[in-house]
């Protein structure tokens, strides 16, 4: 069973359009992150939920919104999509209050805006 | 600005040498954490150090945190093919927040 799965893998789509991406972690964590990965390789923190609940949002425009219907899920939705979007979005889950635990990554959604 | 910077940025070697990436900051964390990120999946978590001055070794891998917990290292004994990869260091700050280095891409040459 795949501990952090998000969905799709990749996704291709016009500038303009709204798309979301879903996020499901089954290790019982309370803890769940959204990350993007620029085209340099750099992991930079969007979002992060703890018991559904927003904790940081790292300076995002508001075009993007999570959505944590549970602790379970987290989910991603965009709006107006722009080419600078074209990334790829990494969401994780940890163990909550524990800050040193270990992050579970999901295997990225690749974003491609066109 | 980034939090954390990583040195360097590109590293490649020859089966058998030695390497070491650096992570610096000016901030304190309360734990540093690196991780190998292989493409088209998520990074994976190799250790976490806690205390200042921490050593801890993996086999091949020694991993280090500074005494004042704002940097670390990570030393490879005699490098495989099998360590080709991205290494990514991660500072963890309360609350809930983990924060990257841009990472060091690793390749070892057969």
């Known amino acids: 069973d795949t501990a952090v799965s998000q969905t799709p893998k990749y996704l291709v789509t016009q500038m303009g359009n709204d798309k979301s991406i879903k996020c499901e972690q089954n290790l019982g964590h309370d803890t769940m992150y959204w990350y993007k990965q620029d085209s340099k390789k750099f992991l930079k923190i969007m979002f992060s939920?703890?018991?559904?609940?927003?904790?940081i949002n790292e300076t995002v425009p508001n075009r993007f919104s999570p959505k944590s219907p549970d602790k379970a899920h987290l989910n991603l939705h965009i709006n107006s999509l722009e080419l600078g979007d074209s990334a790829v979005y990494f969401c994780a889950s940890s163990q909550d209050p524990q800050v040193n635990t270990e992050a579970f990554f999901g295997q990225g959604t690749r974003l491609t805006v066109v | 600005t980034q939090l954390l910077e990583q040195s360097p940025q590109f590293l490649s070697i020859q089966e058998g040498e030695n390497l070491t990436v650096y992570c610096n900051s000016s901030s304190v964390f309360s734990s540093l954490q690196w991780y190998r990120q292989e493409p088209g999946e998520g990074p994976v978590l190799l250790v976490t150090v806690v205390t200042g001055g921490e050593v801890k070794k993996l086999k091949r891998l020694t991993f280090q945190f500074g005494d004042a917990r704002k940097d670390s290292s990570l030393h490879i004994t005699a490098a495989q093919p099998g360590d080709t990869g991205l290494y990514l260091c991660?500072?963890?700050?309360?609350?809930?927040?983990?924060?990257f280095g841009a990472g060091t891409t690793v390749t070892v040459r057969a």
């Open positions: 939920y703890n018991n559904k609940e927003l904790i």
């Open positions: 991660a500072g963890a700050k309360w609350p809930h927040k983990l924060s």
